[in-house]
């Protein structure tokens, strides 16, 4: 799951593997997340890191802390995640896609084509 190879580091990393399980409803509102301890554990990496991406998270108010409980995610949770990705990674990729559109002589009307054709196809509705 984590990529050690990877340019990002492997806090950052923690923090998007929990953001993706409450993106996906495997940690929802109020439940409690794992500990810096079990995440060390899980990911074979020191508890400092991983207590270093919960508390990315605790700064974006993503989980909050219940004193001598743990961490628990917070009621906007999902809504922070959503619109951060959608402004940083989304927004980036885009950027990305379009500069390249534009290298490749693409028309913005010929890139949305794309776009949309791939939209069918991950809908399922063929081409």
């Given at each position: 799951?984590?990529?050690?190879?990877?340019?990002?580091?492997?806090?950052?990393q923690?923090?998007?593997?929990?953001?993706?399980?409450?993106?996906?409803?495997?940690?929802?509102t109020?439940?409690?997340v794992f500990?810096?301890?079990?995440?060390?554990?899980?990911?074979?990496?020191?508890?400092a890191?991983?207590?270093k991406?919960?508390?990315?998270?605790?700064?974006?108010?993503?989980?909050?802390k219940?004193?001598?409980?743990?961490?628990?995610?917070?009621?906007?949770?999902?809504?922070?995640?959503?619109?951060n990705?959608?402004?940083?990674?989304?927004?980036g990729m885009?950027?990305d896609l379009?500069?390249?559109?534009?290298?490749?002589?693409?028309?913005?009307?010929e890139?949305?084509?794309?776009?949309?054709?791939?939209?069918?196809?991950?809908?399922?509705?063929?081409?």
């Amino acid at each position: 799951m984590l990529n050690p190879d990877s340019m990002k580091p492997i806090y950052v990393q923690i923090a998007e593997w929990i953001e993706t399980e409450i993106l996906d409803g495997n940690l929802d509102t109020g439940q409690k997340v794992f500990s810096q301890y079990q995440l060390a554990e899980m990911f074979n990496i020191n508890p400092a890191t991983a207590a270093k991406g919960i508390n990315l998270l605790a700064d974006e108010e993503i989980l909050y802390k219940k004193r001598g409980l743990g961490m628990f995610v917070a009621p906007e949770a999902r809504s922070i995640i959503l619109e951060n990705r959608k402004n940083t990674k989304l927004n980036g990729m885009v950027a990305d896609l379009v500069k390249e559109a534009g290298h490749l002589m693409v028309e913005e009307e010929e890139l949305v084509a794309m776009i949309r054709e791939v939209c069918r196809k991950e809908k399922g509705e063929g081409s």
